[in-house]
């Protein structure tokens, strides 16, 4: 089993380019917002889907996802 496929039956959701796998279980998301203060535009809970992985480089969005305090997003690099 992937990765992706892993994650995606503990209930993560899924955002991916060609660079990266984003993945976010909203049940696990305490809501602490490093991530929305890390990248507001990749990360922006007033849109749908929230997470934009073509707003910024994967590196940059692996290092916030990085501070996540809760699990609740996790990341592949392609
Ligand atoms: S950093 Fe993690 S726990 Fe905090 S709001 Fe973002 S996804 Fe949720």
Redesign the pocket.
């Given at each position: 089993m992937s990765k992706k496929e892993e994650l995606i039956s503990k209930g993560y959701k899924a955002y991916e380019n060609n660079e990266i796998i984003v993945f976010?279980k909203p049940d696990?998301?305490?809501?602490?917002?490093?991530?929305?203060r890390g990248n507001n535009q990749v990360?922006d809970v007033n849109r749908r889907p929230w997470v934009d992985v073509s707003a910024a480089s994967a590196e940059e969005i692996s290092k916030i996802i990085d501070?996540?305090?809760?699990g609740?997003?996790k990341y592949e690099i392609k």
């Open positions: 976010w696990l998301c305490e809501h602490a917002a490093e991530c929305i990360f501070k996540c305090p809760s609740a997003l």
